[in-house]
């Protein structure tokens, strides 16, 4: 399979400060990748950096074979990446559908986004049923699903997921991630997902890098990470 994402020697700074020294990852097309790290290793600076978004960024990023450093954020949009940030990024002002809609933006294929409302109210039917609703006012887990609706609406290849759980219920937190997993299953996006859950993470990905102090400090298989004493220790409880 081809690669889908290639970085090397990616540093990031915000100012004067560093946070990023030389990052290097790849991903195959249709993969899920995840990012582990302690708080501020780096992991939502990287997902940044990737879309050349607040944050200032030297090194080579290549989506499919295609540079993308340097690029302003709408053309990393259009090589097909689509960022749900933390803190979800929806206008919550706006309507569900209103913020669907947004997600689409700059897309002309009437009949391509008419389907893709399908396809998201489709995998989140709660959407459907909400879809006049102001964002502000959907649960914590609603507001989720309407980021990740709202990535969907670019068609993208790739999607960078930050902390999805953060702050949900269990068995929000469960829907969601299968959720995800149909996505990248039936749809064939890939999805690079930082996550603070480290089990859950290794749950879903087919390999896994591990940060430290903006470094990424190690690369395998979820059993590969799951093997390594020091991983078992900090993130995995014992
Ligand atoms: P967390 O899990 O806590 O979100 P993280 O691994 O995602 O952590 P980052 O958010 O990327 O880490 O932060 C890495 C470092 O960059 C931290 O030291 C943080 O304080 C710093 N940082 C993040 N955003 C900014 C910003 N806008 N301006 C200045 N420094 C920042």
Same mark, same amino acid.
Do not use: W
């Given at each position: 399979?081809?690669?889908?994402?290639?970085?090397?020697?990616?540093?990031?700074?915000?100012?004067?400060?560093?946070?990023?020294?030389g990052i290097g990852l790849s991903m195959r097309a249709g993969s899920v990748t995840a990012l582990l790290g302690a708080n501020g290793a780096g992991k939502t600076t990287t997902l940044r950096a990737l879309c050349q978004m607040a944050v200032r960024t030297t090194g080579t990023i290549r989506i499919g074979g295609e540079r993308a450093?340097?690029?302003?954020?709408?053309?990393?949009?259009?090589?097909?990446?689509?960022?749900?940030?933390?803190?979800?990024?929806?206008?919550?002002?706006?309507?569900?559908?209103?913020?669907?809609?947004?997600?689409?933006?700059?897309?002309?294929?009437?009949?391509?986004?008419?389907?893709?409302?399908?396809?998201?109210?489709?995998?989140?039917?709660?959407? #459907?049923?909400?879809?006049? @609703?102001?964002?502000?006012? $959907?649960?914590?887990?609603?507001?989720?699903? &309407? /980021?990740?609706?709202? =990535?969907?609406?670019?068609?993208?290849?790739?999607?960078?997921?930050?902390?999805?759980?953060?702050?949900?219920?269990?068995?929000?937190?469960?829907?969601?991630?299968?959720?995800?997993? #149909?996505?990248?299953?039936? @749809?064939?996006?890939?999805? $690079?997902?930082?996550?603070?859950?480290?089990? &859950? /993470?290794?749950?879903? =990905?087919?390999?896994?890098?591990?940060?430290?102090?903006?470094?990424?400090?190690?690369?395998?298989?979820?059993?590969?990470?799951?093997?390594?004493?020091?991983?078992?220790?900090?993130?995995?409880?014992?």
């Amino acid at each position: 399979m081809p690669m889908l994402l290639e970085v090397e020697g990616l540093h990031a700074a915000y100012g004067a400060s560093r946070v990023l020294h030389g990052i290097g990852l790849s991903m195959r097309a249709g993969s899920v990748t995840a990012l582990l790290g302690a708080n501020g290793a780096g992991k939502t600076t990287t997902l940044r950096a990737l879309c050349q978004m607040a944050v200032r960024t030297t090194g080579t990023i290549r989506i499919g074979g295609e540079r993308a450093d340097g690029r302003p954020t709408e053309r990393i949009v259009r090589l097909g990446v689509a960022h749900v940030p933390d803190g979800r990024g929806t206008f919550l002002a706006l309507s569900t559908e209103e913020n669907l809609r947004l997600g689409a933006y700059g897309r002309r294929d009437r009949a391509g986004v008419a389907e893709d409302f399908e396809r998201v109210y489709g995998y989140f039917p709660r959407l #459907r049923e909400r879809s006049g @609703q102001q964002a502000g006012t $959907l649960s914590g887990g609603e507001q989720q699903m &309407l /980021a990740i609706g709202r =990535a969907l609406m670019s068609r993208p290849r790739l999607l960078l997921l930050d902390e999805p759980s953060f702050g949900l219920a269990p068995l929000v937190v469960r829907d969601i991630f299968e959720i995800m997993r #149909r996505i990248n299953a039936e @749809q064939g996006v890939s999805i $690079l997902l930082v996550e603070q859950n480290a089990a &859950l /993470a290794l749950d879903i =990905a087919d390999s896994v890098y591990l940060m430290e102090s903006g470094r990424i400090v190690l690369n395998g298989t979820p059993q590969e990470v799951r093997g390594n004493d020091a991983v078992r220790r900090v993130y995995l409880g014992g």
